[in-house]
């Protein structure tokens, strides 16, 4: 089945030290989307690709950086995690087109200690 | 600018009875889409149901229905006989023509159906 895979489900990391969580797809879609979201909260999106095309949007902290080596992988990159970066980060895709809804990825939570 | 608003954080609802969760939003283009997403506590996002702009007609995907209202701007989801499994955050978004690949997200409303 086509679906969007994020790994690792859960990850725990410690203040400051670095950490990458990935995403891959195999829906071929041209967009790609991290969110961050905390508990009871909407998501927040960080920065989406439209192919290599990156768009970061402007309140996302420069500790957060992204990578698209091609169309089915994605990474999340927290140079330094610090203990309000804890939340749930979810992977999403999408074709282009304003019909087209997003797919979603399980999700990694992860944990700064 | 796009936004998203569900005025409901929290709703109950008897398990085999309908309940509808509130949604509106406010764009200035003419063309857009509308989603629901399911959220359950294990925390992925599940696709439920869409509705265009242009659609005249109101989406219907199984026990889920959208209550498209143009006019005034709303698209409110409703789930018929409700069952235990419906019990989860949901979430309104929008994707509008002029800002191209984002999607704006409601803040969400926690249903929790009682048996």
């Known amino acids: 089945d086509a679906m969007v895979i994020q790994n690792p489900r859960y990850q725990v990391t410690q203040f400051g030290k670095p950490v990458t969580l990935s995403c891959s797809q195999t829906?071929?879609?041209?967009?790609m989307y991290w969110y961050q979201q905390k508990s009871s909260q909407a998501p927040k999106l960080l920065f989406h690709?439209?192919?290599?095309?990156?768009?970061n949007e402007a309140d996302t902290p420069d500790n957060f950086q992204s990578r698209r080596p091609n169309t089915s992988f994605c990474f999340l990159d927290i140079r330094s995690p610090g203990l309000g970066d804890a939340a749930m980060y979810l992977c999403a895709t999408s074709s282009p087109g304003t019909y087209n809804e997003q797919f979603f990825g399980p999700g990694t939570r992860l944990t700064v200690l | 600018a796009q936004k998203i608003t569900q005025t409901q954080p929290g709703m109950f609802v008897q398990e085999k009875e309908a309940v509808t969760l509130d949604c509106t939003y406010d764009?200035?283009?003419?063309?857009?889409?509308l989603f629901w997403y399911k959220q359950p506590s294990s925390g992925e996002m599940i696709f439920l149901i869409y509705q265009g702009s242009y659609d005249e007609q109101n989406a219907t995907e199984g026990r889920y229905s959208l209550n498209f209202q143009k006019a005034r701007k709303s698209a409110n989801l409703v789930i018929s006989a409700s069952q235990l499994g419906d019990s989860a955050m949901y979430f309104c978004?929008?994707?509008?023509?002029?800002?191209?690949?984002?999607?704006?997200f409601g803040t969400g409303t926690s249903l929790t159906v009682i048996p």
């Open positions: 764009t200035s283009d003419q063309s857009y889409g």
């Open positions: 829906l071929n879609h041209n967009v």
């Open positions: 978004a929008m994707r509008a023509s002029n800002t191209g690949n984002q999607f704006y």
């Open positions: 690709y439209y192919d290599k095309d990156f768009n």
